[in-house]
């Protein structure tokens, strides 16, 4: 194990209660790219904050090809997946596995492949852990949901069961979303996209369907019966939330216990929002972004009666991979949404006050694009990066 870099950080865009400093404007970046305007003050290009925080980063391992996933063991061991569709074991020492046997065949193409994994919540008692993968199918592919257990020595999954796939079936590889959580209840949250192609992300709106929705369901993968649909025979049960484009950043707020998400834009309009039962996020029929030809999104509108407003947004696009509220205390963001940036290829931190966002700042850390992080129970951070030498790393504050 070794410290590869100290990075500085780099205000960009923020306002803590535990700053140091802030100015009334925004962190630098780059012109938006279109002339819409926000609907409320702070969000988008909220106040530069300052919390006095330089990140000290030391690699733990490397030679990971497009890692996806990170998530704790109860242990102190990290599942890590690799987007190719290998799954490791890697511990805090740095020693990884070799490949966890018995996984299901996934389509790497693309964006696909072998993307979120999580421990069940009684992985102590079960060893039950979810992943969700793009699954090639006849006609195309889909993203799925799969559990299992995973063996005493960790070699292998056995038992496995894929309880949950997002239909149609759809020929793409763009745009699988896929970040899981779980709720309260023990109940699953499972973003997924709207499949990057024009016929495919209309059905972002059309309850009928999983394209563009976030979906609950139960640990076996049926409908939990209070879901906001699950009584419309029109619907289907699973959708708890729709009109989204392409999650794949999720966390519960550790208070509220809502699910917030981040999910991608197109050229601009990457969001935050609270995901709310029932509720309509808009997308392909409100964005604050453009085509990535230049022209606008549908009739070039960002708000319309009935759809939800993102709490924040941004234009130029973050690239946002997870989200997570920090919940420890070697850092000075108690409760502060800290987001993986991936075309940004930095750590976002977010102050929040209630439900809207007071600040931003941004720490580049060098390492490359940031796919996925994790918080161990020390209250250090640790990373994985989306890279074909992608590694794993603890990030801590400099003292």
Not at 306 to 321: C, F, H, L
Request: proline share 6%; aromatic share 8%.
């Amino acid at each position: 194990m070794r410290i590869v870099l100290i990075a500085t950080v780099m205000f960009f865009v923020a306002c803590s209660s535990e700053s140091s400093g802030q100015s009334g404007a925004p962190v630098a970046q780059g012109a938006p790219n279109t002339s819409l305007q926000p609907a409320f003050v702070n969000q988008t290009r909220a106040p530069e904050a300052r919390s006095g925080v330089d990140i000290q980063v030391t690699e733990i391992a490397r030679g990971l090809t497009e890692p996806w996933a990170i998530a704790f063991l109860p242990d102190g061991r990290m599942l890590v997946t690799e987007r190719a569709g290998r799954l490791r074991i890697v511990t805090r020492s740095g020693e990884v596995s070799a490949p966890v046997a018995g996984l299901p065949e996934v389509d790497a193409r693309g964006q696909g492949g072998l993307l979120d994994v999580i421990p069940a919540p009684d992985f102590a008692q079960t060893r039950t852990i979810y992943w969700t993968f793009a699954e090639p199918r006849n006609g195309g592919n889909g993203t799925s949901v799969a559990r299992a257990r995973l063996s005493e020595d960790g070699a292998r999954v056995e038992n496995v069961q894929v309880i949950f796939r997002q239909l149609p079936t759809w020929a793409s590889r763009g745009h699988f979303g896929s970040r899981i959580v779980f709720d309260r209840q023990g109940r699953l949250f499972v973003g997924l996209g709207d499949r990057q192609q024009d016929d495919a992300r209309l059905l972002a709106q059309d309850l009928s369907t999983h394209i563009g929705k976030i979906v609950r369901i139960n640990p076996d993968g049926s409908a939990p019966p209070d879901n906001p649909f699950a009584l419309n025979r029109h619907s289907s049960a699973e959708v708890w939330s729709y009109g989204h484009r392409n999650i794949q950043g999720a966390d519960l707020h550790p208070e509220t216990g809502e699910l917030w998400i981040v999910e991608h834009g197109p050229q601009g309009g990457d969001e935050l929002n609270i995901a709310r039962g029932g509720r309509n996020y808009g997308w392909p029929i409100i964005s604050y972004g453009e085509e990535y030809s230049g022209q606008p999104v549908g009739a070039g509108i960002s708000q319309r009666e009935g759809m939800e407003q993102p709490i924040y947004y941004w234009d130029p696009v973050i690239a946002p991979g997870d989200m997570d509220f920090y919940r420890g205390s070697l850092f000075p963001w108690r409760g502060d949404v800290l987001i993986a940036g991936l075309r940004s290829e930095a750590l976002v931190r977010l102050d929040i006050d209630g439900e809207r966002v007071t600040g931003e700042e941004r720490f580049a850390l060098g390492v490359g694009r940031i796919r996925d992080l994790a918080e161990s129970e020390d209250g250090a951070l640790w990373i994985v990066t989306d890279e074909e030498n992608g590694g794993v790393y603890r990030l801590t504050p400099r003292r």
